[in-house]
C-alpha cells in the first residue's frame, strides 16, 4: 500500500496529512493563520510568511500523530493551485525539496478536485455520476464526475464565491471573519423572511453573488447611523437569515436545474459553505425527493485541509499519473 506525504498551503491554511492509497487518511494536521482576522480577510503577504514559518511544524506533526517517517513515504503530494501565489509557492517549494531529498515521485493536485474527493477519505465511494457544488471562500463551482478523475464544470461564479460574500456580510455586520460560522449560528434563531435580498437568476448554471453583497451594503447603510446599532442588536438575527436564505436559494436553483438537465446518482456538497446547516437541509431535502444519494465530507475534511490533497493524490498515483520537478504554481488554475 503506497503511503502519500500531501501538503497543502494554497490560501490561509497551512496543513499536512499521510494519506495510504486509495484514500485512507492516518493524519491530518491543520494550521490556521488566525492573524487575518484583524484586517477582515487574507492578507497574501502576511499569509506567506505564516506558511514559511509553519510548514516545517506542520510537516512533522503529519509524521509523528501518523507514526510515520520520511523512509516510509513512496510520494509527495501538493496543492499547485488555485490560490495565492506566495502561499502556492511555500508548498510546492518545500515538496520539491522533499521529493529531491528523497527520490520520491511528486504529484501535484489541483485544489478543487482535493475538494471534489473530500468525500472519498476512508473508503467511501459515492455512486457516479456524481453531481457536487463546491462552495468554499475561493470558489462556487458545479462539477458533474462522471469516472475516477474524470471532471466536467457545469457552472462557476462569474464574480464573488459564495463563502466570500457570506464573510463580507459579516464583515457588514461587524460579526468578524471568517463570517460563515458565526452568520450560520446567528440565522438559527432568525427570521427568514424578515427581509427579502434579490436573488441573482442567470440562464445556464453560472452563479452570482456580487449583486446581494451590494444590496446588503445599501440596505444596511439606508439605516440612520444613529439608530444603525441598535437595528443591528434588535435584528442581526434576522438579517443573518434572510442573508442566507438567499445564498441558499441560488444555490440550490442552479443545483436543481443542473440535476433536470443530467443524469446523477448522487449529490455531493463540498467547501467550508458545506457546514452551513440551512444549506444541508435544502440540498438533503432535494436529494431525498429525487432518491439521489447525498454526501458531504467528514466535519474535519470541509474546509482546507491536506488529506482531501492525499486523498486526489492517492487516485493518480493509482493511475501513474505523477509529475516532473518542473512542477510549477498555477494561482489561477481551472478544474476543466
Ligand atoms: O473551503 P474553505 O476553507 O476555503 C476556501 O478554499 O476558500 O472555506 C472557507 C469558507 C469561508 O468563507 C467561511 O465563512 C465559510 O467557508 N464557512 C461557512 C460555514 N463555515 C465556514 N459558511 C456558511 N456556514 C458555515 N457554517
Ligand atoms: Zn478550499
Excluded at 63 to 84: H, Q, S
Excluded at 159 to 176: H, N, R, T, Y
Excluded at 261 to 278: E, F, M, Q, W
Amino acid at each position: 500500500m503506497a503511503t502519500i506525504l500531501a501538503i497543502e498551503s494554497s490560501c490561509d491554511d497551512t496543513a499536512a496529512a499521510v494519506v495510504d492509497a486509495p484514500g485512507f487518511v492516518r493524519s491530518s494536521v491543520v494550521s490556521s493563520q488566525l492573524v487575518h482576522a484583524r484586517y477582515g480577510g487574507v492578507v497574501p503577504e502576511i499569509a506567506s510568511r505564516a506558511h514559511q514559518r509553519m510548514i516545517v511544524p506542520v510537516v512533522q506533526a503529519a509524521l509523528d500523530n501518523a507514526d510515520a517517517k520520511l523512509e516510509d513515504l513512496d510520494a509527495v503530494a501538493v496543492t499547485y493551485g488555485p490560490g495565492l501565489a506566495g502561499s502556492l509557492l511555500v508548498g510546492l517549494t518545500f515538496a520539491k525539496g522533499l521529493a529531491v531529498a528523497r527520490s520520491l515521485p511528486i504529484i501535484g493536485v489541483n485544489h478543487l478536485e482535493g475538494h471534489l474527493l473530500s468525500v472519498y477519505a476512508d473508503g467511501v465511494t459515492p455512486r457516479l455520476p456524481a453531481l457536487t457544488l463546491i462552495v468554499s471562500g475561493g470558489h462556487t463551482e458545479l462539477v458533474k464526475t462522471e469516472s475516477g478523475l474524470v471532471h466536467t464544470v457545469l457552472g462557476r461564479t462569474r464574480d464573488d464565491a459564495a463563502g466570500e460574500a457570506i464573510d463580507k456580510f459579516s464583515k457588514l455586520m461587524g460579526l468578524g471573519f471568517p463570517g460563515g460560522p458565526v452568520v450560520d449560528k446567528l440565522a438559527a434563531a432568525g427570521n427568514r423572511d424578515f427581509y427579502r435580498f434579490p436573488r441573482a437568476e442567470l440562464d445556464g448554471l453560472d452563479f452570482s453573488f456580487s449583486g446581494i453583497k451590494t444590496s446588503a451594503l445599501y440596505y444596511l447603510k439606508k439605516i440612520p447611523v444613529d439608530e444603525r446599532q441598535a437595528f443591528f442588536d434588535d435584528h442581526v438575527q434576522d438579517l443573518s437569515a434572510s442573508f442566507l436564505e438567499a445564498i441558499v436559494d441560488m444555490l440550490s436553483t442552479q443545483l436543481i436545474k443542473a440535476l433536470d438537465l443530467g443524469s446523477y446518482a448522487s449529490v455531493c456538497l463540498v467547501g467550508g459553505v458545506s457546514a452551513n446547516v440551512r444549506l444541508r437541509d435544502r440540498i438533503a431535502n432535494i436529494c431525498g425527493t429525487r432518491g439521489l444519494d447525498f454526501y458531504i465530507p467528514k466535519p474535519e475534511y470541509r474546509t482546507d485541509n491536506a488529506a482531501m490533497v492525499g486523498i486526489a493524490a492517492a487516485q493518480r498515483l493509482l493511475l501513474k499519473q505523477t509529475d516532473s520537478l518542473e512542477l510549477t504554481i498555477d494561482p489561477s488554475a481551472r478544474l476543466a
